[in-house]
């Protein structure tokens, strides 16, 4: 990737790095696996955590799980990283 568009986006696959983006108001996209939201892969958006680790997520396939919390560690066990994609989250750091 560029250098100008690392700016704006970061890779990741450390999940501590997803909680303190979350924390610093930073929204994240994460690639799921199989688990609670997909049987193969779909992304979400982590929009915000609360001071239990629970995340707001919006879920474009389920109103159900957009209308509810969700601890950080499902989140984090069901991601599907992989080293060939440099990370299952992309953490968003600039407006549009």
């Known amino acids: 990737?560029?250098?100008?568009?690392?700016?704006?986006?970061?890779?990741?696959n450390n999940g501590a790095e997803v909680q303190k983006a979350l924390q610093a108001g930073y929204?994240?996209?994460?690639?799921?696996?199989?688990?609670?939201?997909t049987g193969g892969?779909?992304?979400?958006?982590?929009?915000?955590i609360d001071a239990r680790g629970e995340v707001f997520v919006a879920d474009p396939k389920s109103v159900e799980n957009t209308e509810k919390?969700?601890?950080?560690?499902t989140?984090?066990?069901?991601?599907?990283?992989?080293?060939?994609?440099?990370g299952a989250y992309w953490i968003i750091r600039q407006q549009v």
């Open 27 to 37: 929204p994240v996209i994460a690639l799921m696996g199989e688990g609670h939201f």
């Open 41 to 48: 892969g779909h992304f979400l958006l982590l929009c915000n």
């Open 75 to 86: 989140i984090l066990a069901e991601a599907k990283t992989s080293p060939t994609t440099n």
């Open 69 to 73: 919390l969700w601890p950080l560690d």
């Open 1 to 12: 990737s560029s250098a100008a568009s690392d700016v704006y986006k970061r890779q990741t």
